[in-house]
């Protein structure tokens, strides 16, 4: 167990002639009210080989918006969406990009027309690694940068508001119970650490991975 470490920072390099760049539009967020949440995911943003990507555009319309425009693209200026898995949380906004393909675990969807993809976005260096456990298919984004790698976790990661950042591979997540597998979960956030420096947890801050506590 250790504390995360938040980082703020955004990410540029060089990938042979291609410069690509990973920044955090929206954190996410969770907490429990009566009857229910308040929660989004953490929108996350890839420019890589001239495609832009959004992965998990999450269900607040206004700040989506809002940090779009800050970014001064449109929805019709996003290439991809990668939903790292089936929650509304994460998903509720995909639609709203209208030239964009979208992409989960093992498929990708242009309009109605599905087909199987290998472990890259196409044309991009931007590789999606299976990550089951929070549910079946989960997926997570993985992109190698001069900093390292960076991983966009999506809930194999993820705390509630009042919740101190402690990153624990054996914390129970009990969210939705009819559909996690702890031992799946605990192997995913193990192969994640495993690769990563930086991880972007679906509800949270992004942190710095800390590698002994995947040994053992
Ligand atoms: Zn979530
Ligand atoms: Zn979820």
């Given at each position: 167990m250790f504390k995360a470490v938040p980082v703020h920072i955004n990410f540029l390099l060089v990938v042979g002639v291609v410069m690509a760049e990973i920044k955090v539009l929206i954190e996410g967020y969770a907490k429990q009210v009566k009857g229910g949440w308040i929660a989004s995911s953490t929108v996350t943003l890839i420019k890589s080989n001239g495609k832009n990507i959004i992965v998990d555009p999450g269900c607040n319309r206004k700040k989506l918006f809002e940090v779009l425009k800050k970014e001064k693209?449109?929805?019709?200026?996003?290439d991809f969406v990668i939903l790292t898995h089936a929650h509304a949380d994460h998903t509720?906004?995909?639609?709203?990009?209208?030239?964009a393909r979208v992409l989960n675990a093992v498929e990708i969807y242009d309009n109605d027309r599905q087909v199987e993809y290998g472990n890259?976005?196409?044309?991009?260096?931007v590789e999606i690694i299976q990550t089951p456990g929070?549910?079946?298919?989960h997926c997570s984004v993985l992109i190698s940068t001069e900093k390292g790698t960076v991983v966009v976790a999506g809930d194999v990661f993820w705390w509630v508001?009042?919740?101190?950042?402690i990153v624990d591979v054996?914390?129970?997540?009990?969210?939705h119970p009819l559909e996690t597998n702890m031992v799946e979960l605990i192997k995913s956030r193990k192969k994640i650490i495993a690769v990563a420096e930086f991880i972007i947890p679906g509800h949270g801050k992004m942190f710095k991975a800390q590698k002994k506590v995947c040994q053992g």
């Open positions: 693209l449109s929805v019709s200026d996003i509720l906004l995909c639609g709203i990009f209208d030239k890259f976005v196409p044309d991009t260096d929070h549910c079946v298919e508001e009042s919740e101190k950042q054996e914390k129970v997540d009990d969210a």
